[in-house]
């Protein structure tokens, strides 16, 4: 039996045909990092974030660790290793490199958006990541849905406290 022979079961997600995400806001943006992989295959590092703003989870971000020159020689992306150490830097407060994907999950950061309009749609990018002041982070640790086992919500702690 092929893939064109099998029957479709008819369930509440049938008439689901497209994935629909809010584009964010340009701007910053409090985000708390849901998940994070590093794919060794593809050189590709992601970032599911959830947007506290706005409630709502926001499409994966894909970070490509390793390209090609112009000779076709692979070397590092400087500009996704950049944007990558920022992330460090606002989850652990000081320069770490980038993060083990497993160490950012549950970070509270702010995401710096920018947007872009390509073939007719509109695109998020994040290029920077700023640390959260410790009082709101603080603040989140009390939410249950916010915390962790630990009641520490930035791996960490790079909360920067306000002067």
Known sequence: MTNLEMNLTKWAGSDIVEKRMDIPEEGPAYCQI???SYDKSSFKYVLNLYNLATDSDMYPFFYTMKKADASGKIGPNRYSEGTLISLGRAVFGKEVGVPFPDDVIGAIVIA???LREYNGKTYASIYTFDAV??????SFG???QFSSDEGVIAPG???KDSE
Do not use: L, T, Y
Not at 133 to 138: C, L, N, Q, S
């Open 34 to 36: 849901r998940r994070a």
């Open 112 to 114: 710096n958006i920018k």
């Open 133 to 138: 002041p410790a009082e709101i982070v603080r």
């Open 142 to 144: 009390q939410i249950v």
């Open 157 to 159: 702690s790079g909360a």
